[in-house]
């Protein structure tokens, strides 16, 4: 078995596309809205996964807002990526004014690592192990 993907609901769709794609550089695979669902979703592509993205629609067809408790990393529910350079995610987090949730932290000679949200107050994680 395999993972094949782990699903984020979102408020905005276009703002959370923009951040996936711009920001952190993901591949849109499809996106798609079902009127009988009432739903937008679109897939992303990652390396060994993928990730989707919801957004809900109410009976007029205006977006739902997500309802989430403030986050406390690694305590609460987050995706985590791996990336050979978290130096560089770190510049990519900065530059594009987003903060750090916690870290970057570090087990010497093992692994870093760092937290940080999206739009939506979904929680990503990136990995370098050492």
Request: glycine share 6%; net charge negative.
């Amino acid at each position: 078995m395999k993972l094949d993907h782990v699903a984020f609901q979102v408020a905005n769709m276009d703002r959370a596309l923009e951040f996936y794609t711009r920001t952190l550089g993901l591949k849109l695979m499809f996106d798609k809205t079902s009127e009988e669902h009432r739903e937008r979703f679109v897939f992303l592509e990652l390396e060994g996964g993928n990730l989707e993205l919801l957004e809900k629609h109410d009976e007029e067809g205006n977006p739902i807002p997500t309802k989430k408790k403030p986050p406390e990393p690694p305590y609460c529910p987050h995706v985590a990526i791996g990336t050979e350079d978290l130096d560089r995610i770190v510049e990519t987090l900065e530059n594009n004014g987003i903060p750090l949730l916690k870290g970057p932290l570090l087990i010497e000679g093992q692994v870093r690592w760092l937290y940080f949200c999206d739009p939506d107050d979904n929680v990503l994680e990136y990995v370098q192990w050492l």
